[in-house]
Nanobody, 123 residues
Framework: QVQLVESGGGSVQSGGSLRLSCVAS????????MAWFRETPGKEREGVAG????????YYTDSVKGRFTISRDNAKNTLFLQMNSLEPEDTAMYYC????????????????WGQGTQVTVSS
């Protein structure tokens, strides 16, 4: 049974930091592209950052470059997102996702999803 379990969300003030984690099970984690997406009501799910198997390539959406860092630990089947200098615009439900074929910012490329963790940033 495939599971992606996110944690680490919460409420912070503008300029604060949070670290999200996602523990994966039920599939060969090291062979999958792993990514973080976020979603707010009325908007399409947005690709925030993604990391290829063995971390040989990483992508970030422009709005988080220089503030967010994605990383993965293949030995522990865990994905991380370090979020610094948070802004109210970062408020969203954050999802962990896994893709076997393509590592892109298009949510339709992803095979497995977590249940999400809420991040709220107040000004």
């Amino acid at each position: 049974q495939v599971q992606l379990v996110e944690s680490g969300g919460g409420s912070v003030q503008s300029g604060g930091s949070l670290r999200l984690s996602c523990v994966a099970s039920g599939f060969t984690y090291s062979r999958y592209c792993m990514a973080w997406f976020r979603e707010t009501p009325g908007k399409e799910r947005e690709g925030v950052a993604g990391v290829y198997p063995n971390s040989y390539a990483i992508y970030y959406t422009d709005s988080v470059k220089g503030r967010f860092t994605i990383s993965r630990d293949n030995a522990k089947n865990t994905l991380f997102l370090q979020m610094n200098s948070l802004e109210p615009e970062d408020t969203a439900m954050y999802y962990c996702a896994a893709a076997r074929i393509a590592c892109s910012s298009d949510y339709r490329s992803y095979n497995y999803w977590g249940q999400g963790t809420q991040v709220t940033v107040s000004s």
